[in-house]
């Protein structure tokens, strides 16, 4: 792409495109000059940075920069910070409530570039990571030392994408969140500067946590473009236990004897009756069409058969019944590969229609009431709302599955997410336990943490006064 | 103390003290009229609330406020700051880095009348605990529920005062440090407005982590007023290992080992010799006089078991000798305890000598080059040094023995302990794993964070313009 052709043909512009055409054309120019064919404002490259994995409708970012280096990302934020352009990072797409979308318009900084394992220091069990390193790629590298990074959300999302977003998924459990698995990050700052926010201790007491406070801001307050992450060594022994129950209520109850009892499960997922047909017509299984727990443990082999047993007769005592066969290896690789296309199963339950993802949390004495409450207003709704949760956490996605072309269903469908999120505010929990704010649960924020949320627009102001950086998310207007 | 009394005798100011007579005058009436005998001047309770437990000099408040409720720090804070009148937050002052002195003069805000467990969430692993109460207090409650909290600094500190220096100790290689183990808190900030930072679920992405930020920040942005900290079940089965070895090198590398084999030990400790000679002295024990690690499994009778085997193989690999009787209940009691006492232990290896309280903390691959290097230098400055060490995180206290009126040693421990800081710094590390900066390190945040500070100080200019709260505290001057 030539310079010319970068300001001949400025792009569609976002809806409240915050910047003039002028602007554009200098900040195009100026990046097209440093970054040469990583800079690129073809629709279609535009689009795909733009959020398209869910409901949220796809608000594209003017220009898509792929940055190579950490210099290269300070240069387009001064760069855009100087016009007032917005930069929104990416990094493959997977987020869940319009995160990478370009509401004013602006730069999408694409990472993917950045994906080098800079360091594995297996004797401290951490690694060094560039932002664009997805966790199967990191895994891959990782095997033949015996080391693995544990979470796991079920896309092969980048390292960098699942720190923004504070993100988890089924083995947060045993293993935490990416609050827990982050040591250090690098970050480009609104203002361009670079910035380190620790060592590589395993832990500090020096000063402000400002790695915990760059985890989950989603890009609003700087972009991560490197980490250093904790790392486990894998598991002597592997074993899983499959159960299925009467209700979900006894199911929860199982769950809650489990963590109880300090039964260490490394996985322990709830699938409700329409998430487990989807799931055997499409990965080709044959649970009962009933409440089911998928548990895994990792351990030595003496104690992962020892907990196996344990849970077995936390299962008996709650009226379940454990599924013989889950155990092997093959059926357990096979399981928990459907267990990770639950989503797409769940889609094919009806045909066309989109699912709206929901993330609400609650403390795990609430979770089966919750959980009751949801199935029961989606049937008062006529909604096929199936649901699958990481339930030793107290999280739970119920997925509506919405035809985007009918008016009236998308607006119960949105009232229907409004009361979810706020009946888990009112049970103890949260709107979101795994997947962020974003666009899509902003209106949520205050109702949950009050007057707390002036405090992170204090934080937001003095740190990017122009509200250069992922405008329009996790910050109510 | 009647009003009168408050305002008549002016209290010695600090140093530094910045605000006038006039004002505290003003200040003291106000206090004295909405807390009655809470509020005092005196000179032993001021002189009590300023620094005392190590080297750092005392500098006491102008008066000592016992609040009993979360609307009076409100007040309190509301009233100082009206008159630019500094706040300090001080739980039992156990400290180790000047945190609770008044360099600036103020108001120490003793919170351990707030000492009420107020919820305790069997089910959900969580409890809600106002901030002066004491780790020990609460595991008394707890224990009848077979729950326990596991951070321990050793000191009977308060959970407000270990959220605020993001505290651990032994046992954070297993369960984590305060950091992992505070769900939300409650906080008054220097406006005086109460803010909540999360509600009750394991987890949650909604918005900026102000939970890690207010722990960590050591009064200086708020006060915390309220935690709901995660609790866990007491273990089936508690097992000790104790093994000395010939170099600290060998401990270190059997540390090393052990991590490297995921044996999920409780609590790794090594002792130096010095350490080991002071303990047997002051708690009747009669280990070699040799680098010695104290290990503690938990779980269940069959892991525990095991995972005490497949330590003492690694000792055994290293060079080193399990001692046989530590693990009979009434033995290992008694050796924790006196792990817990090394400090005290440690003083009488040069009587009338202050202990210069140290806390580097390093990637564990450095740890054993580490010790060695502070050992060298202690010796060739002639230094009584003994060493402890959470190795597990591969956090260890140097504690040199300074006799404190003696000007040239004084000077010269403080350049000791300003090159192990680098030192560790250099080696990638922090010059605090877990007592915090307070004033004592605040001259080497920077080298340890770089331009990560200038962040932090532009979050407690947006959330302090005054600089109210804990001022000269973590932020270099």
New interface residues.
């Given amino acids: 792409m030539t310079i010319a052709a970068a300001s001949s043909s400025p792009p569609p512009k976002g809806d409240l495109r915050r910047f003039s055409n002028e602007a554009w054309e200098t900040v195009a120019r100026t990046l097209s000059e440093r970054l040469g064919a990583r800079f690129q404002i073809g629709d279609s490259v535009r689009e795909q940075h733009g959020h398209t994995t869910t409901w949220i409708p796809n608000q594209p970012p003017d220009g898509v920069a792929f940055a190579a280096s950490t210099d290269e990302v300070a240069f387009i934020v001064r760069t855009c910070a100087a016009h007032d352009v917005p930069v929104i990072p990416f990094g493959v797409g997977t987020s869940l409530e319009g995160h990478v979308n370009a509401p004013e318009g602006g730069v999408s900084v694409d990472l993917s570039h950045m994906n080098q394992v800079l360091a594995i ?6 690694c060094v990571v560039q932002p664009g390193v997805t966790r199967k790629q990191l895994n891959v590298l990782l095997r033949d030392q015996g080391l693995f990074f544990p979470i796991d959300p079920g896309a092969d999302a980048t390292l960098g994408g699942m720190a923004a ?4 998924g089924t083995n ?1 459990v045993r293993y ?2 990416m ?2 698995m982050i040591i250090s990050v690098e970050a480009v ?1 609104p203002n361009g ?18 790695t ?2 760059l ?3 989603e890009g609003t ?1 700087g972009i991560i473009t490197e980490l250093t992450v904790r790392l ?2 894998i ?2 022994a592997v074993g899983s236990v499959a159960a299925s129950f009467g209700t979900i209520a006894e199911a929860a109850e199982a769950v ?1 004897a489990t ?4 039964v260490p499960v490394a996985r322990i997922e709830l699938l409700d009756p329409l998430t487990v047909r989807a799931m055997n017509d499409y990965s080709n299984l044959n649970f009962d069409e009933a409440p089911l727990l998928l548990v895994e443990f990792h ?2 082999e ?2 992962v058969a ?1 907990h196996q047993e344990l849970f077995k007769a936390i299962v008996e005592d709650h009226g379940g019944n454990t599924v013989p066969s889950a155990n092997s290896p093959e059926e357990r690789t096979r399981i928990w590969q459907a267990r990770h296309d639950a989503y797409w199963a769940s889609l094919t339950l009806r045909p066309g229609a989109k699912g709206l993802s929901t ?1 609400i ?5 609430q979770l089966a009431a919750c959980i009751g409450k949801a199935q029961k207003r989606a049937e008062d709704e006529g909604f096929i709302a199936p649901i699958v949760g990481h339930v030793g ?3 739970f996605h119920v997925l509506p599955l919405i035809d985007m072309d009918n008016e009236d269903e998308i607006k119960r469908a949105r009232s229907y997410v409004g009361w979810l999120n706020e009946m ?2 009112e049970a ?10 974003g666009q899509g ?1 902003s209106a ?2 205050r109702r ?9 627009g ?2 937001k ?3 990017d006064p122009q509200n250069i950086m992922n405008p329009g998310k ?2 109510p207007a």
Same sequence: chains 1, 2.
Wanted: charge should be negative; proline fraction near 2%; hydrophobic fraction near 35%.
């Fill in positions: 220091n297996a004797h401290d069990f951490d977003t504070r993100a988890s947060a935490g969140t609050k827990n700052l500067s670079i910035v380190r926010t620790g060592q590589r201790a395993r832990k500090s007491s020096a000063g402000y946590d400002l915990s406070l985890i989950g801001s307050l486990f060594g598991p002597e809650i963590m109880q009892y300090g351990g030595s003496t104690a020892e993330d949390c609650v403390p795990i004495s956490d107290g999280n888990a505010i103890g929990g949260t709107c979101t336990g795994e997947h962020g704010i649960k949520y924020l949950e943490l009050g007057d707390a949320v002036d405090v992170m204090a934080i102001q003095a740190l996790v910050l």
